[in-house]
């Protein structure tokens, strides 16, 4: 007996990054579309082949995204604001312009809302509906690239956003207000009517799968949108193709019932979150059903347990026989490429490592075994994952008793600052002296092709230590220089010596590990290279006091310290899976408390400690929200909480839903709190209408995912809004996010226009009343 072994998807932006490079380059000016198209069929059939060659029975069509794969269904299905047609222009930089604002053709325009994709750091484009929304089916870029499959030879799966999926995650938006849940549903017959279509279209080009991800079955959904799974999909059954619903990110609870009983041909779901589910899916499903089991961790980069996993599937094999299929937990979007690139990491550390190209071997082995039909290279490679396994349990390199000692030692007093907001903010207000609407931005500014340059060469041993840290200081004073002569008020280094926001400090602290070729993607053409951490984590030496005594040196202006806080450290990680995520996290904060009372000690009065995966870590079910909650911001707080009176602690969040957990960022208890607002046009004040804020708020006005310049009139505007929310006195003016994506032709107009706005703010207050007041 055999069994279907496939992938929910699989990485798409290359094993070099090349989709990166090609559509920067087509942004740029440097290559032309029909160059762009053709690097981007190169790819795909490079990924079906490595599909192929890895025993797999589909390659999978439908993931491949030159931005976003919903953003790709959103033009599929016409779901383009009005503001993106006014404007003649190619339709693939339609796409572009709905996702950053501007493409080669058409008129710049405001870009359309992005935010993370579940409990993970990619970040997909809101589908923005009209309330009188109809959907208009062009599926002829779909068809083209099932075609190309089909032209190699290929047996064809194709996967999309489930229907209910799309418009769960999409908003209704009337005049630049997103309006209720009902709204959604009351576009799901037409919705539904044109997935129709699409599925129709698909069979009749000979595809015999269709797979409908529909993790949301993960959430806690209201009864509407229960009722309406039942009714979509029994209008969905009659098409002449086999669906196959996937649920991921977590585990099915009362949604269980209903995802087995839907009239698809198969469900998958994921048994590396949910393992403890199988037995009562078994009990329940269909004896006409497939049943596709997640049983290689799809977000992760640790070996399978291979054993392990045959165990489970024992019974299921036994029930099911060839109805059993056998896939990663999601699609593999989410790990890097290829291990076997990776010829400078650590022996010992490498051999406990799977990347996307390694874990479709790992399904293929686990299907071939729970068959019974391991050959003697398989046999071999069963034997070498166990060794692994064992290896990596009895290494030493783990576990260090000082670490665990000093987390053992942590008490309440640790997690609390001395003196409550109220009695800091006024040793503040006179230790810095900042106007109204201060104006400061997020920490760093455009890593440019001279700094990228210095980074290589010193990295490839080109460029000798002492003449890299001239380079950096070079930049750090040209980037002070520049704040000083746009008049912002609390300045920073620009951080031209950080490769990234976590991998940098990661690199610095003893536990984590590093790759050469781990790229993942976390939104459009922007890859992250997330570290690995294998084992306890603790601070060795100081990470950024230097620089930042050294930046302070500069200007008579406060200079902030910038550290990345512990929660973010620990989600835009590959995290060890050994002990809980918990424990970890406190390991991070306790080394950044560290980094907080040196970079004190050195004068930096203020510091931020950004936050932005805050969100990002909440568990998919409220009732494991509290739990979560508590040891995050625990965590923060215990970084943080070292802190003299006088010194600033701000924070920064972006791109992530954050009205629903308001009450756990305030209790962060951070000075100041930076966060994205721009883009989805300051809908977070709606949370201030039920919750009294109580620090400081600097509502990013500057969406800087976007290469448009944003006028002083928007972002007078929008910190009218805020302040109607928000006493003045207690708002701060700045981007959304870093800079250092942005070009300096970009961001010196950018922030121009922000000093003017925060200036234009003031002048609009009566000085001596808001001093009173803040007084």
């Known amino acids: 007996m055999s069994y279907t072994v496939h992938t929910l998807g699989y990485p798409r932006i290359g094993a070099q990054r090349e989709l990166k490079k090609a559509v920067e380059a087509y942004w740029a000016g440097q290559i032309n579309q029909t160059e762009l198209e053709q690097q981007a069929q190169a790819l795909r059939a490079r990924h079906w082949q490595e599909q192929q060659q890895a025993g797999l029975d589909f390659v999978t069509v439908g993931d491949f995204a030159f931005y976003d794969q919903v953003l790709n269904l959103s033009q599929l299905l016409g779901v383009i604001p009005a503001r993106f047609q006014d404007a003649p222009a190619e339709e693939l930089d339609t796409y572009f312009r709905m996702a950053r604002g501007r493409a080669p053709t058409g008129q710049p325009a405001a870009a359309c809302e992005m935010t993370k994709w579940f409990d993970t750091n990619y970040h997909y484009i809101v589908p923005e509906f009209d309330p009188a929304q109809s959907f208009t089916l062009a599926p002829q870029r779909l068809l083209g690239e099932v075609a190309e499959a089909q032209a190699l030879g290929h047996r064809v ?107 698809v041909d198969g469900l998958h779901v994921d048994l590396v979150r949910a393992e403890q589910e199988l037995p009562a899916i078994l009990d329940r499903l269909p004896s006409y059903k497939v049943l596709s089991a997640g049983v290689v961790d799809g977000r992760n980069i640790w070996k ?106 942590v008490d309440a007093a640790m997690y609390q600052r001395t003196s409550p907001y109220v009695l800091r903010a006024k040793a503040q207000k006179q230790a810095l002296n900042l106007p109204l609407y201060p104006t400061t931005t997020i920490g760093s500014f455009p890593q440019t092709p001279e700094i990228r340059q210095a980074r290589r060469d010193f990295k490839a041993g080109t460029l000798s230590e002492a003449d890299y840290i001239s380079a950096m200081k070079q930049e750090i004073a040209y980037c002070v220089q520049q704040q000083e002569a746009l008049d912002i008020d609390v300045l ?54 230097e620089w930042s005594r050294y930046a302070q040196s500069l200007t008579a202006r ?122 989805s046009n300051m809908e977070l004040l709606d949370a201030f209408e039920r919750f009294d804020y109580p620090n400081e708020i600097g509502p990013g006005v500057y969406d800087i995912h976007s290469p448009n310049i944003p006028s002083v009139e928007w972002m007078v505007d929008l910190m009218a809004k805020a302040a109607a929310k928000i006493p003045a006195e207690r708002l701060w003016v700045n981007p959304d996010c870093g800079l250092k994506t942005r070009r300096w032709e970009e961001v010196t107009p950018a922030l121009e226009a922000l000093v003017q706005a925060a200036k234009q703010l003031r002048a609009r207050v009566d000085q001596p009343e808001a001093e009173e007041v803040s007084a």
Request: aromatic content about 8%.
């Open 558 to 679: 406060p200079m902030k310290g910038m550290l990345t806080g512990p929660v973010t450290c620990l989600q835009w990680a590959f995290v060890r899976d050994d002990q809980p995520r918990e424990q970890t996290c406190r390991q991070i904060a306790l080394a950044l408390r560290d980094e907080v009372r040196d970079l004190e000690a050195a004068g930096i009065n203020v510091i931020q400690i950004d936050e932005p995966a805050f969100r990002e870590g909440l568990p998919l079910r409220q009732a494991d929200w509290p739990a979560y909650l508590r040891w995050a911001v625990d965590s923060f707080r215990l970084s943080a909480a070292v802190a003299q009176d006088v010194t600033q602690i701000h924070t920064h969040m972006c791109y992530s839903e954050f009205n629903d957990i308001i009450e756990a960022i305030a209790d962060l208890d951070a000075d100041v709190i930076t966060i994205e607002t721009s883009r």
């Open 492 to 545: 920073v280094h620009g951080e031209a010596e950080r490769n990234d926001m976590v991998e940098y400090f990661g690199e610095q602290l003893a536990g984590y590990a590093f790759t050469r070729f781990g790229w993942v993607q976390s939104y459009g053409s922007r890859c992250v290279k997330p570290p690995v951490i294998y084992g306890d984590v603790e601070r060795p030496q100081a990470m950024t006091v």
């Open 157 to 263: 799966k194709v996967t999309l956003v489930g229907p209910l999926t799309y418009l769960w995650q999409g908003k209704v938006i009337a005049q630049g207000k997103t309006l209720a849940e009902a709204d959604r549903l009351a576009l799901l017959p037409d919705l539904i009517a044109a997935y129709g279509k699409l599925l129709q279209a698909l069979a009749e080009q000979q595809v015999e799968w269709v797979q409908l991800d529909e993790p949301i079955l993960a959430l806690d959904l209201p009864q509407a949108w229960k009722q309406a799974f039942e009714t979509s999909y029994h209008q969905l059954q009659s098409l002449p193709i086999k669906k196959l619903l996937a649920v991921y990110f977590g585990s099915l609870q009362d949604n269980l019932g209903l995802a087995v009983g839907l009239p």
């Open 304 to 409: 399978t347990d291979l054993a392990a996993r045959q165990s489970l599937l024992h019974t299921a094999a036994e029930r099911l026989g060839e109805r059993l299929w056998i896939a990663p937990s999601c699609s593999l979007l989410h790990v890097p490429h290829d291990l076997a690139q990776e010829d400078q990491l650590d022996a010992e550390l490498k051999n406990w490592l799977a990347f996307a190209r390694q874990k479709l071997d790992e399904v293929t082995l686990l299907a071939a075994a729970v068959a019974g039909q391991l050959n003697a290279e398989q046999r071999q490679q069963w034997a070498a994952n166990q060794a692994a396994l064992a290896s990596r349990q009895a290494s030493t390199r783990i576990h260090k008793a000082q670490v665990q000692e000093r987390l053992a030692a």
